[in-house]
């Protein structure tokens, strides 16, 4: 049983005290790239200490540490904060791959519906959250924001797999009561009700690695009576609220026929108390001005996905205008709607989101994000959409020791020849590494990968 599994895993955990020498590399606030050669110090599971390496001796006096403790990375590694997807459907990971021919609306009914329904069989769903957990840790993801399915034990089970596998997630079940299968729909009490259960469930497995997301699926199939409920429910416990939003132009033509007292697709989660500093809306890419300036004042932010965008033909989100509108954005894979679940793949495609919007344009018109930006949105961007910039998303004194060893002799492609500067190594990572590169995961100092 999972039970057993949990007291019988092995669990490699550093020592009281770990001391790393070699190059650092996470993102400053202001989205630029920050490198350094230094000393990075975890003690439990926090980094206690970041200094330059003319600090080695002081440091390694103050803790009473010896030389060869010191972990020396060579000079094809770094360490790098953990990454953090903001949007990704555990339930979906059978479809990885697959299944994109069609658009949103009808990929949904035909492929997506069908897989989350059959989750309702809990042995089905410990196999497949597992499997997902196991690869997105793999792959370098520390912090995950999983949408279920409809079913609360279902996602108990991806609750208690991801405190088994050691990855610190945000876990929701997703609400449907209307719009829906037969087979996959809840009515409006039931879905509360289940809600409520699972908020007390997941709070009652006393983890610091998981936490309750409120996840009404989207507008199309929840009634304004379910969002608002969930919106009072998010709010008596403080807890962060997940959903869709503006993904694809069907679906806001749809929103506005359900919906329509309400100017816009944005002002619906608005009436509905569901916009909040710990709301995460992903996609977002069909806004207008009006609406950002509702997500800004409510202190949300979205979870940009450009491979789902890509792949189910729904449209492009502009991260420099969200940017320029003081909207907190992240970075999701949107597994599997986005065909793959490494947050590197998400990283690749929001660069070449973000050059596609310079087709056809002068070319000073539209200043297209870089690897380094793409690299602040899977850590410190994700971490601020979650409301949890001062505990993860970089390489800081106080924050949870979330960190990769990333080693680039990991696949010949990424192999250096030289003549690379650290910027390099860095560019060269977003764009060609793969799990193959991730030769470390450390989550709250437990070494989760070796």
Not at 85 to 96: E, G, K, R, T, Y
């Amino acid at each position: 049983s999972l039970l057993q599994e949990r007291k019988s895993k092995l669990i490699l955990r550093m020592s009281k005290l770990a001391i790393f020498q070699g190059l650092l590399v996470d993102s400053n606030p202001d989205w630029s790239l920050r490198l350094e050669k230094g000393i990075l110090l975890v003690e439990n599971d926090r980094i206690v200490k970041r200094a330059p390496v003319s600090a080695l001796s002081s440091i390694l006096a103050k803790y009473c540490l010896k030389e060869e403790e010191i972990i020396t990375l060579t000079d094809s590694q770094f360490l790098l904060p953990g990454l953090i997807d903001s949007h990704i459907h555990a339930s979906q990971f059978p479809n990885a791959g697959l299944a994109l021919d069609l658009t949103l609306l009808d990929w949904l009914e035909k492929y997506t519906f069908p897989t989350e329904a059959g989750l309702e069989d809990i042995v089905k769903a410990e196999q497949v959250y597992t499997r997902c957990v196991r690869t997105t840790l793999g792959c370098g993801t520390t912090t995950a924001c999983y949408f279920a399915t409809i079913h609360r034990q279902s996602t108990e089970i991806l609750a208690q797999v991801c405190v088994n596998e050691g990855q610190r997630a945000l876990i929701g079940k997703v609400c449907m009561d209307r719009n829906s299968p037969e087979n996959y729909c809840e009515t409006t009490d039931c879905s509360l009700s289940e809600s409520k259960q699972i908020v007390q469930s997941i709070l009652n497995m006393d983890s610091d690695l998981v936490k309750p997301v409120i996840t009404p699926r989207f507008v199309p199939t929840c009634s304004r009576e379910l969002m608002t409920g969930l919106g009072s429910l998010a709010a008596k416990h403080n807890l962060h609220i997940q959903t869709h939003l503006g993904e694809n132009l069907r679906e806001c033509d749809w929103v506005r026929q359900l919906e329509p007292d309400c100017k816009t697709y944005t002002s619906v989660y608005q009436k509905s108390n569901l916009l909040g500093p710990r709301t995460i809306l992903a996609h977002c890419c069909h806004l207008d001005d009006t609406e950002l300036e509702i997500i800004k004042e409510a202190g949300a932010g979205v979870a940009h996905c450009p491979n789902s965008n890509f792949s189910l033909k729904s449209g492009i989100c502009d991260v420099r205008r969200l940017k320029h509108a003081g909207v907190k954005i992240g970075l999701g894979t949107d597994c599997s709607g986005g065909y793959s679940p490494s947050m590197l793949n998400a990283m690749r495609h929001a660069v070449m989101a973000s050059n596609t919007l310079t087709f056809g344009k002068p070319e000073s018109s539209h200043q297209p994000i870089q690897f380094s930006d793409a690299l602040f949105l899977a850590t410190r961007g994700g971490a601020a959409l979650l409301d949890m910039e001062q505990e993860i998303g970089a390489l800081e004194e106080g924050m949870l020791a979330d960190v990769l060893l990333v080693d680039m002799k990991g696949h010949g492609a990424t192999s250096l020849f030289g003549h690379e500067t650290e910027t390099d190594l860095v560019h060269k990572f977003v764009f060609l590494a793969d799990d193959r590169n991730i030769a470390q995961v450390w989550v709250a100092g437990q070494k989760v990968k070796d």
